[in-house]
């Protein structure tokens, strides 16, 4: 940790709670088999070479279908508006007509 110089070095190096997936295969492997606690050989992978020390697993977690579903039904809404919104802008911007006109200065106060 106290030699990581990527992105979470400030960190101390720690990833954080990360899921199944997130990491790339050739980490996902090598820290497969590791308990709370254990440390990883040296793995070397297209990013640098790293050693992973798991602190903690945790179970997958399955939520209440109704804590998802409200979840779900936010996230369409949310996104059905922004389509509308932009769509209505689009709509607004085809139908708008913008006139500019400049007006040439004759003063010759300025010349």
Do not use: C
């Amino acid at each position: 940790m106290r030699y990581s110089d990527g992105a979470n070095a400030l960190q101390g190096g720690r990833l954080g709670l990360v899921r199944h997936g997130e990491l790339i295969p050739t980490i996902e492997q090598a820290v497969a088999h590791l308990v709370p606690g254990g440390i990883s050989d040296i793995i070397e992978s297209p990013e640098g070479i790293q050693i992973i020390r798991m602190d903690d697993r945790k179970p997958k977690q399955f939520r209440q279908f109704e804590e998802v579903r409200r979840e779900v039904q936010e996230l369409v809404y949310q996104r059905k508006s922004e389509d509308m919104y932009q769509s209505w802008l689009v709509e607004l911007k085809n139908k708008a007509y913008i006139e500019i006109k400049f007006q040439h200065e004759t003063s010759t106060a300025h010349r």
